[in-house]
């Protein structure tokens, strides 16, 4: 179930990374005006730091699953009893 939802975390992670590299070629090619250019900039920006966020904290909870696999099992059968 973690490594599932780990899984799923850094999918997501690898594609807003490549939203952002297109975002950057639009940004690069010239073809928006002033204030499209500064918005998407601002939009890049801000999705830049929700990615590190949660590329970081998908890696903490593997790191923290790997080194103690006990976590993995109380989570699975506390979610099993809900």
């Known amino acids: 179930m973690l ?10 992670v690898t594609r807003a990374e490549r939203l952002i590299e297109s975002a950057r070629r639009v940004l690069a090619s010239g073809s928006l005006d002033d204030d499209e250019a ?17 590329h970081e904290a998908a890696r903490l909870v593997q790191r923290r699953i790997e080194q103690h696999p006990e976590i993995a099992r109380r989570v699975f059968i ?5």
């Open 3 to 12: 490594e599932g939802i780990i899984r799923s975390s850094l999918e997501i």
């Open 38 to 54: 500064y918005q998407m900039h601002l939009e890049v920006e801000r999705l830049t730091d929700v990615v590190f966020v949660a």
């Open 78 to 82: 506390q979610a099993t009893l809900h």
